[in-house]
């Protein structure tokens, strides 16, 4: 019989979770409050593990999970002391918040209590505005369509004929067409999968004067990869589309300090 519950949770090949915790932003905050809970106390919500012992939990780096702690600490959902012994600093004593019933702080939902109003319009769905974010997605997802087509029509015909029978458009059986043909079918998809390369590899990459636009409007005091890691987070795999997800954002600079090393 197992008396005390933490021992008994620790047992467990995984870990309960308060509601509120899905809201928490970032991918690897929520994935360091995890990690933080297969040690903490179930009572009082005190642990203090290593830095390396909670990286390696979450699946993460040092520096990007010491960069997650900070997230959270700013959330109201992890605080920590400084612990000294004769030898130096040793690990944080740690305390998480594991309330289900009351988010922290930096969670919470704010109420609002002024009488509301009812009326209610049908609008056909055609004519409904899309979210934000949807429209940034269908116009990339429009522009990348664009730019295939624009691709397939400035691509030049496949030349199937072999020197005897140059512009013949039912040319004799022959084996020097054949493999004519095959050589240029062999040559556009090669083409084809370099242009996808390329396309993908523009999705990974941002514009340096965009990202220097976006530095300078909010006062040059952050970093291009601050800048860069936040954009990712926004959008992981297309940083131009995170990058204007991330200006249009009112709170861009606070979350753009998260990043800053």
Known sequence: ??????????????????????????????????????????????????????ASAAGLGEKTARRALDELR??????????????????????????????????????????????????????????VGQVDRRNENQENKNQGNETRASAPALDARCSRHPGLADPPACRGCRDARI?????????????????????????PAAVEALSVRLGGVYSAEAITDAARAEMPGNLPLGLRMLASRADAADAIARWER
């Open 183 to 207: 050589a240029a079918e062999a040559s556009a998809a090669a083409e084809a999968e370099a242009e996808k390369a390329r396309r993908a590899a523009a999705l990974l990459t941002l514009d």
């Open 74 to 131: 700013a959330l109201g959902i992890v605080t920590w002391k400084r612990q000294h012994d004769a030898n130096g600093q040793t690990s944080n004593r740690y305390t998480v918040a594991i309330d289900p019933e009351t988010p922290p702080a930096g969670l919470a939902e704010p109420v609002d209590n002024s009488p509301v109003t009812v009326s209610l319009t049908v609008t056909p769905r055609s004519e409904r505005p899309s979210p």
């Open 1 to 54: 019989m197992v008396s005390d519950l933490t021992t008994y949770a620790r047992r467990l090949p995984f870990v309960r979770l308060p509601v509120w915790a899905f809201r928490i932003p970032s991918h690897t905050a929520f994935r360091t409050y995890a990690a933080l809970l297969t040690f903490a106390n179930l009572n009082t919500g005190a642990c203090w593990p290593s830095h390396a012992a909670i």
